[in-house]
């Protein structure tokens, strides 16, 4: 977006570190944030029992939200789960029970700790769930109510139904009321939290825009619209989609070593900007790393990898994971940090080294494990392996455990049991 020159630390902070891609009302925001606490909100579905790295840079604004001295609010998505965002979908979203959305609520919830501050403080950050009040709603009142603000003509144009509907997917009648339970979720925090602020990606640009509008157009008060760019790598694939799946947030689907080595495997062209967006290095120590040339750019990807390993993690946990990493790349030795996974006996001795590195999750198909073998990628406890037919054997136990490499980064322990 244009370069404005923002009073508020808030919106100044957004736009130096590469935050700001749409304001609704830039001017008015920042007179806002400049003047006082601006409380602000972003809605997380519960979709899976873990957030990814992809929702990494909408907790992150909330973080910044909260270090200008605004109050974050984490809003948690038990209703609108119930009906699936469209956006960016061909298909409908799966319909999951109301025991498996709470489930998913009560370990992805556990993340926000880690980078805001919740109490009662004016600052504080609060959890919120808008199926306290979606699901309180009756469908005649919930159509008089708000039904009225919103034109099928203005809907058709939102990119979240547009999309579909030009690529000739059908989209159901559930998921084209999606976007105005979020609207009636600002309005209802307006009124309970007196939130004047949505932030999101910028897939959600119409969403956003329409709680906006059905704020100022109800109760007339101030109400404001932030989204961040799509976030895209260097080379043009998409934040955080790797091929063994999504980079998660919670250390029960993926180790800490993973998700530092994901932050070390960062393109070189990525280091910076990523430093800005997923750390709280500052600025001055940035321009110092993206100075480096040639191999000391490792010494880069280090730094982004300990700081947001232990933003997310801790300390202790990202220092393990490094040196983990440092042990097994450049000294050849075995750590007892390295992932583990646990897989019957039957299913490792006498089976194709091939077939053992795809269940360990290093390759997504017995067929990518034995390309990698050929191509000389492919690793037995540190020796290479040319054949991923060769059989695994009780003789390929070391300490208890077999170790697997699949290219230069990734490793894992295998243990038969």
Do not use: C
């Amino acid at each position: 977006m244009t370069e404005h020159a923002f009073k508020s630390d808030f919106l100044r902070t957004l736009q130096a570190r590469g935050y700001i891609h749409q304001i609704t009302h830039p001017v008015e925001l920042d007179e806002a944030a400049a003047a006082g606490v601006v409380p602000g909100y972003i809605g997380f579905d519960a979709t899976a029992p873990s957030l990814h790295v992809g929702s990494l840079i909408q907790i992150m604004m909330l973080r910044r939200l909260q270090q200008a001295g605004g109050k974050p609010i984490v809003l948690m998505g038990g209703g609108t789960t119930k009906v699936g965002d469209p956006t960016g979908k061909d298909t409908s979203r799966p319909q999951l029970t109301e025991e498996t959305i709470q489930s998913n609520i009560d370990t992805i919830t556990t993340v926000f700790a880690k980078f805001l501050t919740f109490g009662d403080g004016p600052t504080d950050a609060v959890m919120v769930n808008n199926d306290d009040w979606l699901s309180g709603y009756g469908y005649i009142q919930f159509l008089r109510d708000f039904g009225t603000h919103f034109t099928v003509n203005r809907m058709l144009a939102f990119d979240s139904v547009k999309l579909r509907l030009e690529r000739e997917q059908p989209m159901t009648f559930l998921e084209f009321n999606y976007m105005l339970m979020q609207s009636v979720d600002f309005l209802e925090l307006n009124r309970s939290h007196k939130v004047t602020l949505q932030m999101g990606g910028s897939d959600q640009w119409g969403n956003i825009t329409s709680g906006v509008d059905l704020v100022r157009r109800v109760d007339q008060k101030a109400a404001f619209g932030l989204t961040t760019p799509l976030l895209t790598t260097a080379s043009g694939g998409k934040m955080g989609k790797t091929a063994q799946g999504a980079i998660w947030l919670n250390a029960e689907q993926l180790s800490p070593y993973d998700y530092w080595q994901f932050w070390r495997n960062a393109e070189d062209a990525d280091v910076g900007r990523f430093m800005r967006l997923f750390t709280d290095l500052s600025l001055e120590q940035i321009a110092e790393y993206e100075a480096l040339e040639g191999a000391a750019i490792n010494d880069a990807k280090k730094a982004l990898a300990d700081a947001a390993t232990t933003l997310l993690h801790g300390a202790d946990e990202a220092a393990k994971a490094r040196a983990a990493a440092e042990s097994n790349f450049e000294k050849g030795q075995l750590s007892a940090d390295l992932p583990t996974v646990e897989l019957p006996l039957a299913e490792v001795y006498g089976a194709m080294i091939a077939a053992v590195v795809t269940k360990a999750g290093l390759t997504a198909s017995n067929g990518e494990a034995r390309r990698l073998a050929q191509g000389g990628g492919l690793r037995l406890n540190d020796a290479a392996v040319s054949d991923g037919a060769q059989l695994l054997t009780e003789a390929d136990l070391k300490d208890g455990v077999i170790k697997l490499a699949a290219g230069k980064k990734k490793i894992v322990l295998v243990r038969p049991v």
